[in-house]
Nanobody, 126 residues
């Protein structure tokens, strides 16, 4: 089993900052793509930022220059630093990862899983 656990959400005033973290645990061989998504009330879940295993990043236009995604490989933790927050950033934020898990040790066999965190609420007041 693989789990993603988010932390760091909360209430902040417009212009403020928050840092979200996502810790992956379980039977993990490697973590490939990782990302953050968000879902505002009454809206669909949208991609916020992604980071590849090679360190490449991409962001939604609405957060470019304000948000930064990063990962600490050795600890299977990745984060989203959010600066200059706006009321329209208010949403439930979900971390997401493509995780390769070990099925058998001998012979070595693996499978790839898409895993979601439980979500953490970010509220930005005006």
């Amino acid at each position: 089993q693989v789990q993603l656990v988010e932390s760091g959400g909360g209430l902040v005033q417009a212009g403020g900052s928050l840092r979200l973290s996502c810790a992956a645990s379980g039977s993990i061989f490697s973590i490939n793509g990782m990302g953050w998504y968000r879902q505002a009330p009454g809206k669909q879940r949208d991609l916020v930022a992604i980071i590849t295993s090679g360190g490449g990043t991409d962001y939604a236009d609405s957060v470019k220059g304000r948000f930064t995604i990063s990962r600490a490989n050795a600890k299977n933790i990745f984060s989203l630093q959010m600066n200059s927050l706006k009321p329209e950033d208010t949403a439930v934020y979900y971390c997401y990862a493509v995780v390769v898990t070990t099925i058998t040790a001998v012979p070595p066999t693996y499978r790839s899983l898409e895993v979601w965190g439980q979500g953490t609420l970010v509220t930005v007041s005006s």
